[in-house]
């Protein structure tokens, strides 16, 4: 068994993070961290939980506590894990962040998206972007894991095996993704709330989201080169999920992509490529650590058109922790994380 | 005051267009005609409709006694009105078509998507595509009216002002369109419970939908030329609405797009060009007949982005209905339809 | 044309007034004030209402301005009404107030359950309640309007026939209630986001609610003597609708409860008696001034059960105060509110 | 490892067993039935089980297969399990039945609510019915289980500790219970679609539902007597949940009830009395095996309020089914129950 530590942990990922590790074979929650709830039990703020975390408490964050700790996850805003990592790294703790913190390579790029300096960029070099199906080994011998963004994880998945490939042409990539509210947080906003948000549907960020960048990133890493990519994240009026509409233009007769998506991802136990002409629904990976892709191509033209769907919840955030964690620690990656999706 | 008919009025369209012309102060409901719920109230099905309709009955349809109305709706699967209208325009009545029976010019690409053969095609001819915006003059004198169909009317309302200035590429338009399942209409099926569309979004018809041949001629006139388009429509868990995310790839400097989408519908009453940086939301048309439409130019980079919601029930059929209806008796063309979205 | 203000119109009833008077043919809004959004177009907050209200801004509350209204609403919290009703009063403005600031005879009553003083005791003698299935005669010649709260009108319609006929006992009456999540309001709280509040039913304030004494009083009229009731309200996951479902205890053979119900409500305009075996749905009112009722007696027992369902936004506040300005302005009842609920 | 198979899978309470037994670890499918989809993988109905049931398909109900497995759970219609249970019997496999067939003790009754005679009255003597928190001990040791209904469930466990004690007047008990479309199956009808449920709430046989003759005989036999009970069914516009709202009448002063409760419940498993003043909500318990209640007394007056919130497809089917499973057969109670509930 090891311990871990959860700093922020009120939040959307935090609660996902106690639901998933409930099961886990070998970790124990030693702390959990909130400033605004100290001294709470989180089953008063989560009665999910009841019967299985009743002794543990949100505490004040305490560098000291967490730093006896095997490995300490970040559900925390940005900005928290840059002013508190070094200090864990310093105390042998591994660090697995799913905040943004570190998730840009360049310190100068992520300031200008985030509208405040970097605040740990002597780290930067050696965190490790947490994509296990492109950077597991890496993972395994990492002390500071940079969760990728829920956006990200399905938009990357879903283009990886045509840039890596050199199928399309990286200049014009459009991702239509849609998700649902808990992408937005647990913060109170009226926007968020059931009255405003359900029976509707709307766009935002349209003229660019901070997501873009992270996602150029990795895969401006796949294409070998810069990618142009249009982003447009809408709100859709559900809990859970992410659907990704990838279109790409194909720039040669690329064979059989179905053919090339299954082998891309024959040996990864969380990317599921769907039988062809499949539209894979975001209640099937409900509460599950996996994304589901399905690959079209209207008229044998030239636009291909990949469909990857997530939990943004699990895939997307607390369930790529814990995938993280598995990897780095030894464990079976499946472990804690074996649970078919809740549906209907 | 005018006598209409509605054909096929147990539907969402039918009880729409109820509702929509229980305000109307020119129009007369003379029949509704369903032969499954022949002698049925109105009211019983529909109890929104108590205190408005409580003499009206679902009657089995009787071409003479439809023959007495100035107008009659059809509300009806495709094929129905291929099998009536002749024998209705003989007897001077005029028809506003929701269907897809007259929509489509080519009887044989209509016969290729429909998977029959067309039933009339000697009415094609005279039969007026019903999108105001467009067809203003022709549907004023028209006896035949195909109305357009919900994903047709958003994306063409949206693609509208880029293809008759030149400015877009028309071989490369991806048209991202997200709808509430009423547009899946009141037949009991299993994927339309609640208890499998809610929590859940998916796309359908990726390889192809049968509206895309419309969206393509109508796009089609616009740009004077063959278009190539891509169109994925997506199911997502509410009652009403359709967003439709539009992208084209500019082919020079567009000068000031949102003057030029102003300008072009500047006198229509039904198509509002929302402030520079909107992303009008589905709610806010929620029960109204308006199309709301917001460009965005990312970067101001070579991506155009048009976003276009309307109620798919409303300005997406049963709404533009009324409208043709207005404009073909010399109505206020607002007759009817000036009741402001509901929201929240 | 009269001219009326609304004080607090950012909140769900002020954009609903503004939605209902929109069609009203002899009202005009002259001024709505937020203290908060002051300067903000009304079009900019919702835009839903774009094209009807293009010049309304919201505006510091004024005294002197909303004093030259014919009639101000108050959609706020309480305890403003308190504030200016004596001040508009005095220069001949009738007051509408969807608040609980004058719903409670008793100033000490009130006092107790809103933990704060009556602000304005001298103004409760000449208030009237404005339920006009009751007071319609007061309500004409008022000057100041306690608009009844949401769970009471419902609850209250429900009982009436019985308690006002002896048939049940009074001392052991049930309501049990649920609402949509818009009879929160449109504050940002954690509980009332789509993450929080959609997939899921809860009852709240069990052991004791606010609108528990505005329906004892209103019960107790009815029955001419105090009243015991149990009043349990839920949140249930949809936007708008209150379903009330009521039980009573027969004390006699109360002969065809049926037609008592038709009879009481007979010349209601907006009260209606579903058919025998009717099971009224929320939507079946959805945006419309309407109370849909049925009644139950299982197995001919001695427990009645009544079914009501009102739009908590409408029936429950807004288009019940457009019907008491009606009233008071000796215009028809139902102008502005004629239109069907909208539904699906 | 023992052998189960599954009588009618194809339905809500058949995908959720195969979702509880994939983490079960002493337990293995090896048949699930269903005439209409014989030859399908159980994957291509349920995505969300891929990776879990590759290679289990449909088959039609073959008695002899079905014989060979140590327990069968039908999650079959009414009638089903009366014409198969006797001839698996007598092959030695044990029945966990999730219908109705065997529920009500009194084959008379059961055929006046059925509408058809009962099909297997000789069995009935044998029959326990499954509540474990009455039966335990006579589950353990029988052949053929009746697992409670839903409703039953939830207003059972909320009441028994104040009929047991004799709290409450057993003529006058008040169920008014909300549930989740689930509850209604998966076959196709018009009122289940999304378009008709979502957003609204109705009441439903108010007059008389079928498992009021199974609520009143397990509440009778807690009370010793027969009971007077009221009970009213309402569709909420969610997937999964019921929520009991329970109302009795104390009949003299009862002590310290929430004491009383939590003694009543100490070594269960399954039921969670929450702190004084709880209003547990549905989401609590949603995806898990876990009824969890709270009472109140508004006032200290003479009427006593359990809310009892339960999961429709867990606790009040497919997880009571395998609670059932395990105690039969000397697992862990809680073996592959043990995962909290899903929230957000």
Chains 1, 2, 3, 4 share one sequence.
């Not at 935090?14 to 989180?42: D, K, M, Y």
């Not at 349209?206 to 809408?234: C, K």
């Not at 720039?251 to 002409?277: I, W």
Request: net charge negative; with cysteine.
């Amino acid at each position: 068994m090891i311990k871990v530590g959860i700093v922020g942990g009120t939040g959307y990922t935090g609660v996902e993070l106690l639901r998933l590790l409930a099961r886990h074979p070998h970790v124990e929650v030693e702390a959990i961290t909130s400033r605004s709830e100290s001294g709470l039990g989180v089953c008063e703020l989560y009665p999910n939980l009841r019967g299985h975390y009743d002794e543990l408490r949100f505490s004040e964050p305490d560098p000291q506590r967490l730093g006896k700790c095997d490995a300490v996850f970040f559900a925390t805003p940005h900005g928290v894990a840059h002013a508190l990592a070094g200090e864990l790294l310093e105390q042998g703790t591994r660090i697995i962040d799913l905040s943004a913190d570190f998730r840009i390579r360049d310190a100068e790029l992520w300031a200008e998206w985030y509208g405040q300096p970097h605040g740990a960029p002597e780290l930067l070099e050696e965190a490790v972007y947490g994509l296990p199906e492109v950077n597991r080994e890496r993972i395994r011998s990492s002390r500071l894991i940079a969760v990728p963004g829920c956006y990200p994880t399905a938009v990357q998945l879903g283009f990886l095996p045509l840039l890596e490939a050199g199928l399309v042409d990286p200049q014009h990539l459009i991702a239509d993704c849609k998700s649902g509210v808990t992408g937005a947080g647990r913060g109170a906003k009226v926007p968020s709330l059931l009255a405003e948000a359900s029976e509707s549907l709307k766009a935002y960020g349209a003229s660019g989201h901070r997501h873009l960048p992270e996602i150029r990133q990795g895969l401006g890493d796949a294409a070998g080169d810069n990618v142009g990519l249009t982003f447009v994240p809408h709100l859709t009026p559900m809990i859970r999920g992410i659907h990704a509409t990838l279109y790409g233009r194909l720039t040669s007769e690329p064979g059989d992509l179905q053919k090339r998506f299954e082998e891309r991802y024959a040996n990864e136990p969380f990317v599921d490529v769907m039988p062809p002409g499949s539209h894979p629904e975001t209640r099937s990976v409900k509460g599950a650590n996996m994304c589901r892709l399905a690959i079209h191509r209207p008229g044998g033209g030239d636009t291909v058109i990949v469909l990857s769907v997530i939990d943004n919840l699990v895939k997307g955030a607390s369930g790529q922790a814990v995938h993280n964690l598995n990897l780095m620690f030894g464990f079976d990656e499946t472990a804690g994380l074996d649970a078919p999706a809740i549906m209907p």
